[in-house]
């Protein structure tokens, strides 16, 4: 058995994102250079909106990163400032494991809100509401987030299992058991829901373990 390999990947070009149903910007976002993505309303089919990183196939690992989300100018009130990762993403967008933040819901009022503040989905066979209604709070947990604040994740990922930590917290917030495409693999790419806008760090750990290049 390798040791885990581990590298620095730095976004430093679009050119390096294959860029589906979202416009992107390089920008400065509080004091840290950032991707910034939009939702693109000009969609004709069911692929979701994400930006896909060039280079970044794996199947097991470790992904570290910071991201952050607030709901977009002239949102509705149903808008969350959705912002995650997706993973073992397929070359064009249409199949891929993610796991999301709903900043806003972090220090709602309401505790139901609260405990939809992080999110795992399967697209696209298992959106979040199929989830929610089947598997009741299964897929989806409590975390304290900061709508537009800079916030740490990890992800780890092995087989089917695949565990979401934030700001850099020992134990994780949300363990999914059950990854919906089995032992796959893939690309990375950054998620945005609707309604969003959203910022990336231009820096990402990649952790990839044995037999994962």
């Known amino acids: 058995m390798t040791d885990p390999v581990r590298r620095t990947i730095r976004i430093t070009s679009l050119r390096q994102l294959s860029?589906?149903?979202?416009?992107?910007?390089?920008?400065?976002?509080?004091?840290?250079?950032?991707?910034?993505?939009?939702?693109?309303?000009?969609?004709?089919?069911?692929?979701?909106?994400?930006?896909?990183?060039?280079?970044?196939?794996?199947?097991?690992?470790?992904?570290e990163t910071a991201i952050a989300g607030l709901p977009r100018p002239?949102?509705?009130?149903?808008?969350?400032?959705?912002?995650?990762?997706?993973?073992?993403?397929?070359?064009?967008?249409?199949?891929?494991?993610?796991?999301?933040?709903?900043?806003?819901?972090?220090?709602?009022?309401?505790?139901l809100r609260r405990n939809h503040s992080t999110q795992y989905?399967?697209?696209?066979?298992?959106?979040?509401?199929?989830?929610?209604?089947?598997?009741?709070?299964?897929?989806?947990?409590?975390?304290?987030?900061?709508?537009?604040?800079?916030?740490?994740?990890k992800i780890t990922v092995r087989g089917r299992q695949a565990c979401l930590y934030v700001n850099k917290a020992d134990q994780p917030c949300l363990v999914v058991n059950d990854l919906k495409l089995g032992e796959s693999r893939g690309q990375l790419a950054l998620w945005i829901g609707s309604e969003a806008e959203a910022y990336y760090s231009t820096r990402i750990t990649l952790t990839a373990e044995s037999g994962s290049p």
Not at 23 to 33: D, H, K, N, Q, S
């Open 19 to 63: 860029l589906v149903h979202v416009e992107a910007a390089l920008v400065t976002y509080r004091g840290r250079p950032a991707v910034r993505l939009l939702e693109s309303y000009e969609k004709e089919d069911d692929l979701q909106p994400i930006a896909i990183i060039a280079g970044t196939e794996f199947s097991d690992g470790i992904i």
């Open 74 to 111: 002239g949102a509705s009130d149903t808008a969350r400032g959705f912002v995650g990762i997706a993973f073992r993403v397929r070359d064009d967008g249409s199949r891929f494991e993610a796991f999301y933040l709903r900043p806003t819901n972090g220090r709602a009022e309401d505790q």
């Open 121 to 153: 989905m399967s697209h696209p066979e298992y959106p979040w509401f199929r989830l929610r209604e089947e598997s009741p709070g299964a897929y989806e947990s409590y975390t304290d987030l900061v709508p537009a604040e800079w916030t740490s994740i």
